[in-house]
């Protein structure tokens, strides 16, 4: 009898270590983006994360410990430590701790969840002395269009951006809904058709970020990538110059673009209208007339545009 339990308990201990111990050599080589942030928005929400999983350990932690105790204790060869006791029921003090933990900790999230969802507003501009800069992001089958309306450039797949300036993304669509999304900057926003919505990001230091569309979007969805590249002011304006050296770039060579395919190598453009953005969006927004104007269609939302 001894002996088998011994057997038993070496196994189960042998499982668990050798568990533990392939979690820890795969997670130490994976770099797990949202918990390495690079940037103002990440790091608010790395703390958001870790708060909520320290949280949901006061829960879970006393519950799987009491389950295995409970599973041993009453287990169907133990005789002698356990009373049987088939009418106890109820009891205040057992109601009172596993209806009161829970409901502290929702209000609990509850409140850093509003206060935390305003914090991170994706629409609320970040604080800085440097003045920010407008990137204007096309979601396309299946790659990246971003349009730099005061640099005069546009640029596919490679996101360049200034170290310590805050970014004023406009987002949009002209293919299936998408997701725009560096994990090591912060926040996702979607990006659809005749819409624009608004995101603001800082990146902390210089770097290479991947970036991608986090809403499965077709075919070549898992081509949808780009680098989101946090360099010097300097270096910035450099490339800013010599992306206005590149082609033109204007309606007629964004349709062509547009068309579904993916491009092999990220491509920088000189920007011939400043207002293509503006275009884009407004090739899915219906004039509304004075009979159709009640029936249900298309919604304007040309807001931060
Ligand atoms: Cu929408």
């Known amino acids: 009898m001894r002996r088998r339990l011994v057997f038993k308990i070496t196994i189960v201990t042998l499982l668990v270590v050798t568990i533990i111990m392939a979690a820890w050599s795969y997670f130490k080589n994976v770099n797990v983006a949202v918990l390495n942030p690079q940037g103002t928005i990440a790091n608010q929400e790395r703390g958001l994360i870790i708060f909520t999983v320290i949280l949901s350990l006061v829960v879970v932690i006393p519950v799987f410990t009491l389950l295995g105790m409970i599973a041993w204790k009453y287990r169907e060869k133990n005789t002698k430590k356990t009373t049987y006791r088939p009418n106890w029921d109820g ?52 790659k990246w269009l971003f349009i730099y309306p005061d640099q005069h450039i546009a640029s596919v797949n490679l996101l360049e951006i200034p170290e310590k300036t805050p970014i004023n993304f406009q987002i949009t669509s002209d293919a299936p809904m998408n997701a725009f999304w560096i994990p090591n900057l912060g926040s996702q926003v979607y990006a659809m058709s005749g819409m624009s919505s608004q995101l603001h990001l800082m990146a902390d230091t210089t770097g290479d970020y991947p970036g991608s569309s986090s809403n499965i979007s077709g075919t070549h969805f898992a081509d949808m990538k780009f680098i989101a590249r946090a360099v010097s002011r300097g270096d910035f304006d450099t490339w800013t110059t010599r992306a206005q050296q590149g082609s033109t770039f204007a309606w007629s060579e964004y349709k062509s673009l547009a068309q579904p395919g993916v491009v092999a190598q990220p491509t920088s453009y000189d920007l011939a209208d400043s207002n293509l953005y503006a275009e884009i969006v407004a ?20 807001e931060g545009m």
């Open 283 to 302: 090739q899915y927004l219906q004039r509304p007339t004075k009979k159709t104007n009640t029936q249900s269609g298309p919604q304007m939302n040309m």
């Open 91 to 142: 009891s205040r003090l057992f109601e009172t701790v596993w209806w009161g933990i829970p409901c502290v900790i929702i209000l609990i999230l509850c409140i850093v969840t509003w206060q935390t969802s305003h914090q991170l507003d994706p629409y609320k501009p970040l604080s800085s002395d440097i003045k920010p800069i407008t990137v204007q992001v096309v979601a396309l089958q299946w």
